[in-house]
């Protein structure tokens, strides 16, 4: 069975603001899962902001067709999340990654 690449790398959600924080709605995607009971592909990945909903788990999972499909938001189509591409935005990003997680 095969699935919808998903790179590895840092992802901002469709929620992100491009004027607010550089961490704000980023994820860093640590790769693809399969379900051991269903065979279902998700995409494992980590949230890079302080968030309640994410504090007593070490990573988030999202069925890969979710991960990589679109989203209505005030009348525009876009993706529900967009691999970042600006080297300098991935440098910020990967310094909010060893803050935030440390030891891995």
Partial sequence: MEHPEVPKGFYYHFKHDLEGPVGS???EVMG???GTEDDAYVVVYRPLYDNTWHENADFSVRPIEM???TV???GKVMKRFRLVTDAETIASL???SQERYPNT
């Fill in 25 to 27: 709605y980023a994820y």
């Fill in 94 to 96: 990967e310094a909010l």
């Fill in 72 to 74: 209505e938001r005030e």
């Fill in 67 to 69: 991960f990589i499909d």
């Fill in 32 to 34: 693809v899962g399969r």
